[in-house]
């Protein structure tokens, strides 16, 4: 990928000049589609930038290529999203998308390494990345209960759905990375390995 060498790094308030450039992003991304994307104003783009919770892609001209930024929800700041994944029209097919994710990803788990990680979309590339970083389907009830992250969804299209099903359908798939779970199972893996090595030496 080239198009003027695109950089990601952690999003500071030396980018809020780009906070409209994202917003109009993400809502003509949504028009498009057909699909809903809760709309997001420049002032809350901003407060992720300067909580040090959002990644950014430019060009070395200066551009925007793309952002996502993470939310904290639940009491214990137990659940984690990693939201506004959009990529500029020009850059898209490039891979970028997938980049700009796995960065948002690991800025997720520095910040917040016990926390579950989710998600909702209709975005089947989305949906492939998540996949790809260890995140599962999984039910609408298992996602965080934080009454302020469902509000996000009141200015989707879909949301009159979500009120319909109370909270348990939605034309969006449900996604969640458990670390709890991954060490699990990088534990159980490593024991059928140790005890393969036992037999072999038998």
């Given at each position: 990928m080239d198009k003027n060498k695109v950089t990601i790094?952690?999003?500071?308030?030396?980018h809020f000049?780009?906070?409209e450039k994202i917003c109009d992003?993400?809502?003509?991304?949504?028009?498009i589609r057909g699909t809903g994307i809760a709309k997001r104003k420049p002032e809350y783009i901003r407060s992720k930038m300067r909580e040090g919770k959002a990644v950014i892609a430019l060009t070395s001209d200066g551009r925007l290529a793309g952002?996502?930024?993470?939310e904290s929800w639940g009491k214990e700041k137990?659940?984690?999203?990693?939201?506004?994944?959009i990529v500029v029209p020009e850059f898209r097919e490039l891979g970028l998308g997938k980049m700009i994710k796995k960065a948002a990803f690991e800025l997720s788990r520095k910040k917040y390494p016990h926390a579950k990680l989710f998600g909702i979309t209709t975005s089947p590339a989305v949906m492939k990345i998540n996949y790809q970083l260890g995140y599962r389907p999984v039910t609408f009830a298992q996602l965080t209960d934080d009454e302020e992250f469902w509000k996000g969804c009141e200015s989707c299209v879909n949301f009159d759905i979500l009120?319909?099903?109370?909270?348990?359908?939605?034309?969006?798939?449900?996604?969640l990375f458990d670390p709890e779970e991954k060490?699990?199972?990088?534990?159980n893996e490593s024991e059928?390995?140790?005890?393969?090595?036992?037999?072999v030496g038998l």
């Open positions: 790094v952690t999003a500071s308030q030396e000049k780009y906070a992003t993400i809502e003509d991304a949504a028009k952002f996502c930024y993470i137990n659940y984690v999203a990693n939201s506004g994944l009120q319909r099903t109370n909270r348990k359908h939605c034309l969006c798939t449900a996604m060490k699990k199972t990088k534990t059928v390995i140790n005890e393969q090595k036992s037999s």
